[in-house]
């Protein structure tokens, strides 16, 4: 019987898991731009890389992205020699924003594209490219959420069950 509670209780868990990851496959996207940039975002990892900022111009590129699922869009924009003036998405703008790091946006799911807008200044006397680096981490359902704490809470009573000494008759 012991080893049935122990099983069922590592089943429970593996369960929570399971679901828990199946969510994060949740969002559909698309990724372009009017500059037809290549784009490599699959819904849960990717980005661009060098595009081409003219000398002395300020660039401002908008991506589509459509997400249908909640969740939290981590973007990173990298560049040698190009500043990174703005990033805005989902009706938030970010100025005075240092290229490199990691900015996070949440994400309301929708059934329309969102726009993810990078503008990019060039001071430099030849043209200069940028990079991104695009993560996006679902928010798991109800259901997994309750698998989950279901399974933790079956293998916590498990752990506080007190054992019965067992008495050896000689």
């Known amino acids: 019987m012991n080893k049935f509670k122990s099983l069922m209780i590592a089943a429970a868990t593996a369960a929570g898991a399971i679901s828990m990851a199946g969510t994060a496959q949740a969002a559909t996207v698309v990724c372009a731009d009017s500059a037809a940039a290549v784009c490599s975002f699959d819904g849960s990892a990717g980005g661009w890389s060098n595009i081409k900022v003219d000398k002395k111009t300020t660039v ?15 973007v ?13 998405f989902g009706g938030v703008t970010l100025t005075g924003i240092t290229k490199g790091l990691t900015y996070q946006f949440a994400v309301i799911p929708s059934n329309t594209p969102q726009l993810l807008t990078v503008s990019m200044k060039n001071t430099k006397n030849a043209a200069y490219g940028y990079s991104s680096q695009l993560d996006f981490a679902a928010v798991p359902e109800p259901a997994a959420w309750g698998l989950m704490i279901g399974g933790f809470a079956m293998a916590g009573g498990a752990l506080r ?8 008759i000689a």
Do not use: E
């Not at 992205?65 to 969740?71: F, I, S, W």
């Not at 990173?76 to 805005?88: A, E, G, K, P, Q």
């Not at 069950?161 to 050896?168: D, E, I, N, P």
């Open 60 to 74: 401002a590129q908008a991506f589509s992205l459509l997400l249908n699922a909640p969740g939290t869009l981590s």
């Open 76 to 88: 990173t924009i990298t560049s040698n020699y190009l500043d990174l003036v703005s990033l805005s």
């Open 161 to 168: 069950r007190r054992r019965l000494a067992r008495v050896a």
